[in-house]
């Protein structure tokens, strides 16, 4: 079985910001594996990096927030709907969505792992990911990291 983290490649592919410098923080903090649908307003406001790099389909927003194009969204929905939801976002005119995490497994065997942590003893990056051998049966594992942030991946 191998297992991908659902995450963007913002060295080759042009990533999105959110443009609220003042809210980040909380818009990042409601990504924490309850649902939002019901709530979800599409009227955040995304925009491209100025850079002179391609459009991909998974552009990155700088967080563990998973973000998709339509085409992208698609091909995925098998994977990502049982696991989260897809909420749809416009970044310079273009739809996107922004996957949230609702299905949590605390799937990371930390004592396995090589973490970067915070003084506190917060995990503050991974850099050696290693999941509990029970938990890789799912087709879909998402555990928690970086001060309670959630990161999703994709087990095939």
């Known amino acids: ?15 999105i910001y959110y443009t609220d410098e003042d809210d980040i923080v909380e818009f990042i903090r409601r990504f924490n594996g309850t649902p939002m649908r019901n ?7 995304f925009a491209f990096v100025p850079r002179r790099m391609i459009k991909g389909d998974t552009p990155g927003l700088n967080t563990h927030i998973p973000v998709f194009s339509v085409k992208a969204a698609k091909a995925l929905e098998d994977f990502l ?3 989260g939801e897809l909420l749809p976002i416009i970044c310079d005119g273009e739809r996107y969505f922004v996957f949230n995490v609702t299905k949590v497994v605390d799937a990371l065997d930390e004592a396995n792992c090589e973490l970067k942590l915070f003084n506190d003893g917060d995990i503050m990056d ?13 087709s879909y594992l998402c555990c928690k990291k ?11």
Do not use: T
């Open 126 to 138: 991974i850099i050696r990911f290693e999941f509990f051998q029970a938990l890789r049966v799912s």
């Open 81 to 83: 709907k049982p696991n």
């Open 146 to 156: 970086k001060r309670d942030m959630i990161s999703a991946f994709l087990a095939l």
């Open 1 to 15: 079985m191998k297992i991908y983290i659902l995450d963007a490649d913002v060295g080759k592919y042009r990533p």
């Open 39 to 45: 709530i979800w307003k599409a009227e955040e406001k």
